[in-house]
């Protein structure tokens, strides 16, 4: 059985950076795809990023400013975060899906991390 946990969130001032992890425990293959998601308060559940091998792939209101990266030897992912905005507010999620396929749809992945909570002051 796969379990993700992230760790990193807290609280941010605007125009900081963060770091989110997301450590794989179980039988995870190094050519997995795994995302990050996140939930403001009230909102839907949206994605930010995703990697699979060498290819990442970015929501638009990241792009620019974030690095998602992972150590195959560590089995975690990274999420890095700058200039960081009130709207980054949110929880983040690190999610997991068999295969090398790319998602950006949540329905997609089968194994989710309890997430960590990230708030942005203004």
């Known amino acids: 059985q796969v379990r993700l946990e992230e760790s990193g969130g807290g609280l941010m001032q605007a125009g900081g950076s963060l770091r989110l992890s997301c450590a794989a425990s179980?039988?995870?293959?190094?050519?997995?795809?795994m995302a990050w998601f996140r939930q403001a308060p009230g909102k839907e559940r949206e994605f930010v990023a995703a990697?699979?091998?060498?290819?990442?792939y970015y929501a638009v209101f990241v792009q620019g400013r974030s690095t998602i990266s992972r150590d195959t030897v560590k089995n975690t992912m990274f999420l890095q975060m700058n200039s960081l905005r009130p709207e980054d507010t949110g929880v983040y999620s690190c999610?997991?899906?068999?295969?090398?396929?790319?998602?950006?749809?949540?329905?997609?992945?089968?194994?989710w991390g309890q997430g960590t909570r990230v708030t942005v002051s203004s």
């Open positions: 999610a997991l899906r068999r295969g090398t396929m790319i998602s950006t749809l949540a329905y997609d992945f089968q194994t």
């Open positions: 179980g039988r995870t293959g190094s050519g997995d795809a």
């Open positions: 990697i699979s091998g060498g290819a990442t």
